[in-house]
């Protein structure tokens, strides 16, 4: 067994912190302590499976400031052990290591996103590197002992008092950049609506979208955010910015409505920005709703020539054959397949067949939520067309988005050229 490297001297100091090993293995159980003994642990237990684990925990005063546990050991397997830790609080933080199927370490992740209660910094394939558990044991920091608390979703605004804001004119685009991961050039935007709040500041839709959902006043809503879209993108021309496609989302009650689409067709021809400077991006649940009118709608839009993007796509029960049934020119695929697809097998394969669906049928294909570089180096490697997320840029003012195209240029270009 190769000896593990010195510790850095710049992490967190961990003196004095209690930690429970879990692991049948003797050999591989001393590997890890002499890890966490590196990182001067303070009180080192340990158990030989999860059944002696929970009596180690229920011996001390309080709850272990970290559990690092294997995933399959005889009597009680980790994953088990991780329900038990979460039902009677006994650590405030889990690490789960395996040598085993990583998509089995992916059951664990997706525990954890679904119950922030389990603690878990994070998941770890042996042999487990000193680095690689350094930089989770990071993510604790020297946080407080207690669980975060889920925080509660936030409180919704009246319509009375999103009608005034209407009226106030306080709903603003914010725009998140689609880069082409071929060469790192800005192709689009997304934008994405937030509230300047005259007491409260800046608001997200969390606060606001739900309330509006199935109103009348979604409409105009959609209608306003659309007006500021327009002046922005004739702004953008007038200062000599490429052309740019912006999209805009249209909730299932819009893209029924015959209507609102006579109007929406009404403003963007009034305006005189060219039909397919714009992106309707709807979702499978609203093409659902109301199938019929939708897919009138969308065909209609179609012809008009704007594009449509099908988002969330891979979420819903039917995406593919509503991908299949309906016109359009953008595929973008949830995060959900993204976010850590070069390390998850599961995402990866969802990823690939949701790119090759997208390349046969000749639409771009467009990758949210990409936030590491592996990520983006795995997308670039299946051909991906574009990419959005925060390692690339967060949604930001209209008024920002000259001064990061300028920033970021050399950046973007470093990403699409990295070998």
Known sequence: MNATPAIASNVPSWS????????????????LVGLLRQLEFGEILEAGDGNEALRVLEAQAS???????????PGMDGIELTCQLRERQL?????????????????????ACEDAAIGLL?????????????????????????????????????????????VRDEFVPFF???????????????????????????????????ALEGTPLMADFTLAL?????????????????????SVNLSADNLADRGFIDRLMAQVSASGVAPPALVWEVTETSVMRQLSQALTNMGRLRLAGYGLAMDDFGIGYSSMQQFARCPFTELKIDRAFVN??????????????????GQSLGVATVAEGVETVE???LLRDLGCDMAQGYLLAKPMPAAELVGWIRQDRRRLRALAGEE
């Open 340 to 357: 850590g697809a070069a390390q998850w097998p599961n995402r990866h394969m969802v990823l690939k067949s949701a790119l090759e669906l």
């Open 375 to 377: 990520d983006w180096k």
């Open 63 to 73: 709850p272990m400031y970290l559990v690092l546990t294997d995933l399959e050991m």
């Open 226 to 246: 659309v007006r500021h879209v327009l002046e922005q993108i004739l702004d953008w021309q007038r200062h000599g910015l490429p052309p740019l496609t912006v």
């Open 176 to 210: 998140q950049p689609k880069i082409a991961m071929r060469n790192g050039q800005l192709k689009g935007v997304e934008a994405l609506v937030r509230w300047q709040h005259p007491q409260r500041g800046l608001l997200s839709p969390a606060h606001f979208i739900d």
């Open 91 to 111: 650590t405030e933080n889990l690490i789960v290591v395996s040598a085993r199927d990583p998509r089995l370490l992916e059951i664990i992740e997706n525990m």
């Open 122 to 166: 994070g998941t770890l394939l042996k042999p487990v590197q000193l680095d690689s558990l350094t930089q989770l044991l990071c993510k604790a920091g020297d946080r407080p002992g207690d669980c975060a608390a889920v925080a509660p979703p936030p409180s919704q605004a009246s319509l009375e008092e999103i009608a005034q804001a209407l």
């Open 16 to 31: 004095g912190r209690r930690v429970l090993v879990v692991e049948d293995s003797v050999v591989q159980r001393g590997y």
